[in-house]
């Protein structure tokens, strides 16, 4: 069996969160092309109230700085900041309440994402990219609504069971992670594999990964090391993008 290569952390690349990461993070969504309006959220939990970072209603992702981020309780009232939260990050509270292993959610609804959950299957993990999901992607096989109430929570929370992402039928994917950045990490790579999928369903059915090449592939895809300098990289990537 072939052990997997452990890296060291890379020079450069943040390590743990605060209000500049989280902006950095709203910025890489924005770049990659996962703002979609208003729908979709980031989150991350504070761990001295209790509560959660999130951006202010009406912001996107794009926009994101320090003036329009919030600091808001389990109930979405807003403790730090000007304005409100979205009511759809009702969903994150209970996660966070339920799942005390995760400290970041992103939500988001762009393209390819989008399009996969209209065929009703599991995500797939037929590229090696996308060996992350491997084992660690619940599926949700019915979306009830609008989520802003505690339905959607537990239906969410109980689709993750564990994992660090959810597939959601006829909406698309919720990442979690450990840090702000495994959850990035974890939501854009999903776009990518489903925009991967969707290509090659076109020409024809898909072939797994071998389960123990991704098992493999998995744990060494979510190393602190390489989520972090990757983080970092998209980061740079967004700010030359969008001249920031």
């Not at 060996?131 to 019915?142: E, K, Q, T």
């Not at 994992?163 to 702000?180: D, K, Q, Y």
């Amino acid at each position: 069996m072939t052990k997997t290569l452990l890296l060291d952390a890379v020079p450069g690349a943040t390590v743990g969160a605060d209000l500049d990461t989280f902006v950095d993070a709203c910025l890489i969504l924005a770049a990659q092309g996962h703002a979609a309006g208003l729908a979709g959220q980031i989150t991350m939990r504070d761990p001295d109230s209790g509560g959660m970072v999130t951006l202010a209603l009406g912001t996107g992702m794009e926009e994101a700085s320090a003036a329009n981020v919030l600091l808001v309780d389990a109930e979405l009232n807003t403790l730090q900041g000007k304005g409100r939260a979205n009511p759809g990050v009702r969903f994150h509270s209970w996660i966070y309440r339920h799942h005390p292993e995760v400290k970041a959610i992103v939500h988001t609804h762009p393209p390819a994402l989008s399009a996969l959950s209209m065929l009703g299957m599991p995500m797939p993990v037929a590229h090696m990219d996308a060996a992350m999901f491997h084992d660690d992607c619940g599926f949700l096989a019915h979306w009830p609504g609008v989520p802003t109430g505690d339905d959607e929570g537990e239906l969410i929370s109980g689709a993750l069971a564990g994992r660090r992402t959810a597939f959601l039928v006829n909406h698309g994917a919720v990442c979690t992670g450990a840090t702000l950045q495994e959850a990035v990490y974890l939501n854009v790579f999903a776009e990518r594999n489903a925009r991967m999928c969707l290509d090659a369903l076109a020409v024809g059915p898909l072939q797994q990964v071998d389960p123990a090449a991704a098992r493999e592939a998995h744990d060494f895809l979510l190393q602190p090391a390489i989520v972090n300098a990757t983080f970092a990289y998209w980061v740079r990537q967004a700010k030359t993008t969008l001249r920031r």
